[in-house]
T-cell receptor, first 113, second 109 residues
Framework: EAGVTQFPSHSVIEKGQTVTLRCDPISGHDNLYWYRRVMGKEIKFLLHFVKESKQDESGMPNNRFLAERTGGTYSTLKVQPAELEDSGVYFC???????????FGPGTRLLVL | GIQVEQSPPDLILQEGANSTLRCNFSDSVNNLQWFHQNPWGQLINLFYIPSGTKQNGRLSATTVATERYSLLYISSSQTTDSGVYFCAVLETSGSRLTFGEGTQLTVNP
């Protein structure tokens, strides 16, 4: 069984540009989560999808961040326009059930210059 | 929201030594996971352990849910064990994992 995959693995962009991150969850996992670790701090929750619906997006920092999960399969996280403080590692995770183990992808390292 | 505290924040060991990492949490949880973030930034699942004890090779973990803490034991440490170890908990009423700040482990040859 393939794990959670994320693309790209690294992205370097300039302030003001747009970046789109992609996450493919484990097949059959209805729950998909986005988290991020910025500036070496703790990993923080961004949002949670159940299938194609946003269940909880209370962790999204501001309206420059837009997440979608069309069709309930893969998800994208767009940052537009990117700011310096958005630099960090963005993780995606998926789980079969709501309170079950969350499996994390390898992350996307984002650097905004 | 729930608070998660990990200790120690930093730990330096010689290869072959044993260590214990601790995770305290402030409220009842439905799930607790331990992760290892390797030098490449990847988060590796170590244990799903809301209660009890589990072992996997040189690693073992114990969660005492009634006292709101979990311990991760690393025996005969190797240089490849280096990285950040995170504890994360899932509150009884939620779906998000709340992470501690991690323990930075360095194992020297």
């Amino acid at each position: 069984e393939a794990g959670v995959t994320q693309f790209p693995s690294h992205s370097v962009i300039e302030k003001g540009q747009t970046v789109t991150l992609r996450c493919d969850p484990i097949s059959g996992h209805d729950n998909l989560y986005w988290y991020r670790r910025v500036m070496g701090k703790e990993i923080k929750f961004l949002l949670h999808f159940v299938k194609e619906s946003k269940q909880d997006e209370s962790g999204m920092p501001n309206n420059r961040f837009l997440a979608e999960r069309t069709g309930g399969t893969y998800s994208t996280l767009k940052v537009q326009p990117a700011e310096l403080e958005d630099s960090g590692v963005y993780f995606c995770a998926s789980s079969r059930g709501l309170q079950e183990t969350q499996y994390f992808g390898p992350g996307t390292r984002l650097l905004v210059l | 929201g729930i608070q998660v505290e990990q200790s120690p924040p930093d730990l330096i060991l010689q290869e072959g030594a044993n260590s214990t990492l601790r995770c305290n949490f402030s409220d009842s949880v439905n799930n607790l996971q331990w992760f290892h973030q390797n030098p490449w930034g990847q988060l590796i699942n170590l244990f799903y352990i809301p209660s009890g004890t589990k072992q996997n090779g040189r690693l073992s973990a114990t969660t005492v849910a009634t006292e709101r803490y979990s311990l991760l034991y690393i025996s005969s440490s190797q240089t490849t064990d280096s990285g950040v170890y995170f504890c994360a908990v899932l509150e009884t009423s939620g779906s998000r994992l709340t992470f501690g700040e991690g323990t930075q482990l360095t194992v020297n040859p």
